[in-house]
């Protein structure tokens, strides 16, 4: 790569004034900065997931051939979820490309970490925005052979991370135009100008004279490209608190729908989202038990909704459902995939109201009511399978129901027993004999 030093420029332009060649003039090769071919540039934003991967290759295939005469990848993020071995085919794609190919850790903050940081390796030309940094590289990958390399800086960003100044200064850049660095996306495409990559020569800047009469320098056009609704949809999906909290509210929703009438939108909306969450998961590092104790806790939480009073089941199930939340995530290239305080808290926040105020109160007004059809059952008598004590298990008609007792005289199994009302899906029994109802008709009559 080369540039043409600065005082040659100027040089130049002298020159072209001199001889009557202004900026500007329809004999000058390029009279505006819209007469240069443009610059495609592609966001890679957040984990690099097989979407991601996706969309980097195309843009290198659609670039080649759209007029492009340059791709800038511009990388914010922290690690990689694909398979090294998938991602080593990405930087062998990046490495071959037809198009002079640069990658730029920008805007200022940015952090290309992980296997995103190797881009940086293959690209034509690197560089940074001030305040960003690069690093936790892992191993390196090979490519066509041989290992990527990030020069003398190597060994220290397999564990570590460098700003843009260390980095430059440990050779892990390949272009780093000013001290400062590059800080947004017109700088870069500066910094590209006068470089020569495999016998081709960039043209991304013009020097023009503006109303005043100064020399001033303007760029080609950036053409900006990012995933399309459905990519972004899926990208989004794969994010760790998106995927997440997407897989407990599915859970929640078709439990709601379990104990209602019918299948309704929230059944419909209940399976989008599970569906979408398990996507998300099966994309991101989840630990498999983790995501089988999210499972096991809905179905702890779903005991105690039948019954319609919070109670044991509930307390286990938000035992293991924060115990799940916790460990979801395995680290991914020396970075911490654990979910935020702010989603683990809305998490946990939201499976606590949903099942011990939300669903059991659903649960005890729905099926409470007459329209259900269950008052004709009280009276009804039947036969104890399981001691009730005060809670129990009884045959009434075929059929097995939750019991309790509706005072603290317990039954024992075997014993016949009366409905005396019903509490949501839970029947309350007394004994044929000594009930309170007994009680009471005895000293009335003694009155009489």
């Excluded at 109670?311 to 290239?333: C, N």
Aim: with cysteine; charged share 20%.
């Amino acid at each position: 790569m080369r540039r043409l030093p600065s005082a040659a420029r100027w040089a130049l332009l002298v020159l072209g004034i001199m001889c009557g060649v202004l900026p500007g003039s329809q004999s000058a090769s390029a009279e505006s900065a819209a007469d240069l071919a443009p610059v495609d540039v592609v966001a890679v934003s957040g984990l690099i997931d097989h979407v991601v991967v996706d969309e980097i290759e195309t843009a290198l295939e659609r670039s080649t051939t759209n007029g492009a005469q340059a791709v800038v990848l511009q990388v914010n993020s922290r690690g990689a979820i694909v398979s090294p071995e998938r991602f080593a085919e990405l930087l062998k794609n990046v490495a071959d490309a037809k198009i002079p190919v640069a990658v730029w850790v920008g805007p200022t903050g940015a952090r290309a970490y992980g296997l995103s940081a190797q881009l940086l390796t293959v690209a034509d030309v690197s560089a940074m925005a001030p305040g960003s940094r690069i690093g936790f590289t892992g191993k390196l990958l090979a490519v066509n052979g041989n290992e990527v390399s990030f020069g003398d800086a190597d060994a220290t960003l397999r564990t570590s991370s460098l700003g843009f100044t260390e980095a430059r200064e440990r050779g892990a850049l390949k272009y780093a135009k000013e001290d400062e660095g590059v800080p947004v996306v017109r700088n870069m495409l500066y910094a590209l100008d006068g470089l020569t990559i495999e016998g081709k020569v960039l043209n991304t800047t013009v020097e023009t004279l503006d109303d005043s009469g100064q020399i001033v320098l303007d760029a080609a056009t950036a053409r900006f490209f990012k995933l399309g609704l459905i990519g972004q949809l899926m990208h989004t999906v794969a994010s760790v608190p998106v995927a997440y909290l997407l897989f407990a509210i599915g859970l929640s929703l078709l439990v709601f729908e379990f104990f209602t009438a019918g299948i309704g939108i929230a059944g419909s909306v209940g399976a989008i989202c599970a569906a979408f969450g398990t996507y998300g998961l099966s994309e991101l590092p989840a630990r498999g038990w983790a995501v089988a104790l999210l499972v096991a806790a809905v179905v702890a939480f779903a005991i105690d909704v039948q019954v319609g009073v919070p109670r044991l089941w509930t307390g286990i199930g938000l035992a293991m459902f924060t115990i799940a939340s916790l460990f979801l995530y395995q680290p991914i290239d020396g970075s911490s995939m654990r979910l935020s305080w702010l989603t683990f808290g809305s998490g946990i926040a939201m499976m606590a109201l949903a099942f011990i105020v939300g669903m059991p109160s659903m649960v005890r007004t729905r099926f409470a009511t007459p329209t259900i059809g269950r008052q004709w059952m009280i009276g009804l008598e039947g036969v104890v399978l399981r001691d009730v004590s005060p809670d129990g298990l009884v045959e009434l008609q075929g059929a097995q129901w939750r019991a309790r007792t509706n005072r603290s005289t317990p039954l024992v199994a075997g014993s016949p027993c009366r409905v005396a009302a019903i509490d949501g899906v839970t029947l309350e029994v007394e004994p044929l004999e000594g009930a309170a109802r007994d009680y009471r008709e005895m000293r009335k009559d003694k009155r009489d």
